[in-house]
């Protein structure tokens, strides 16, 4: 916000606010005025005092191709085999030990530095980087060429930017592995967006048996944040997500006669008032949380009393100790009150993903990866959002840096007019190109420069065939 400001006092170009159209129009309005401004300048947005390797620079077109190809093709969670097969196939010619089958569909490639390990730096021996496939359930309405063919099926998150940024580092780095020592893993997961697929490859060894990484580390397009800007905070960022079923039980009559009858609607009503201070009285008020009932069934005719009614929704929170508050006082006072008016509460938790936790060191090693591609003033500390992540059980796993990268997208994140900012992609290729120089660190001597022989990036007609 800060920089949104500086940005706004300083252009002379006027540009009508939205007097409508709530965030959304007035966040599409901010990075208009911040262009006018002069805020950003090419290639690909990267401000003044950043910079992105000029190879780095080079692959983009290719890269570009192989983002739109796979948004052509967008697959649900655990079905990504077009998706898996392509990213498969791209980090074997060029020449990297790729592994499969991991929570059905995932995929490891693993690329190992030839660097002179600099004896006196504080590195690792191996870090992961992270990468979301899947696609969301949803029918694409934007009118672009490469518009989803499958109806539907939508990337209206991103992933296809995510896979595509993670296969440009991975391209760098086997073509420049005389600039780190140590190990990167490069972990293309499934089905983030229902099926938690980073718990799934855990399951299948990925960060517990095999493939073991002292750090991860992963990003997300962010275009709630201007472009040119990349967000790194320490801690909590994202919220954990559980859900809950109360079903309430009274006994069902006439509704000319409610004194014969134990009316679960009421006590529904009765729970769901309760339920709000679960939160507001729960919880540390320097915290956060959030519980909010979201759905209330029962009944099927006008002059009938049922007799059960269902109430559902989610509770989020950034501490486990919270999470776990949280759930006790729902089902007690759930069941005392159902008790007080007669009836019973039987209350299901479906636990979902935990928060996403950011280390204090690795995050200062984002905040200084970050700085080197978009300049230290335009790398921010964005406020935590109540949505969830399944990066989380990585972060379980090993310390490591959940990012946000700026962007200038058509649409927000999960709105079926949404579509990925390919500007960004070098941007954050060159991200985590840096973080793997900065956690796997060689001696200055290795540092060359010059790629290695290898097989060229992806092209779109390879990638369309895979």
Known sequence: RQV???ARTRTTTTTARPAAGGAMAARRWLHTRMRR???WRAPFGVPSGGRVDPYVAA????????RRDIHAHP???LEERRTSALVADTLRRLGMDVATGFGKTGVVGSVHGTGQRDPDADGVSAIGIRADMDCLPMQEESDIPHRSKFPGKMHACGHDGHTTIALGAAHFLATHRDL???TVHFLFQPAEENHGGAEMMINDGVLSSKFICDEVYGIHNWPYLPPGTISVREGPIMASNDEFDISIRGNGGHAAMPHLAVDPVVVACQVVSALQSVVSRGVDPIKSGVLSVTQINGGSA?????ETVTLKGTFRTFRDEDRDRIATRLENIASSVAEAHGATAVVQITAG?????????????ARQAASAVVGAKNVVSADPTMGSEDFSYMLQRAPGCYAWIGADSPGMLHEDTFDFDDEIIPIGVQYFVNLAKLRLPALPAGQSGSPSPSPKAPSSAESSSA
């Open 4 to 6: 949104a400001t500086r």
């Open 37 to 39: 401004a002069n805020t």
């Open 59 to 66: 692959m983009w077109e290719e890269l570009r191709d192989v």
């Open 75 to 77: 697959e649900l969670g």
């Open 180 to 182: 780190f020592a140590g």
């Open 302 to 306: 006008y002059n009938v009393i049922p």
């Open 353 to 365: 993903y935990p928060a996403t936790v950011n280390a204090e060191k690795q995050t200062a090693f």
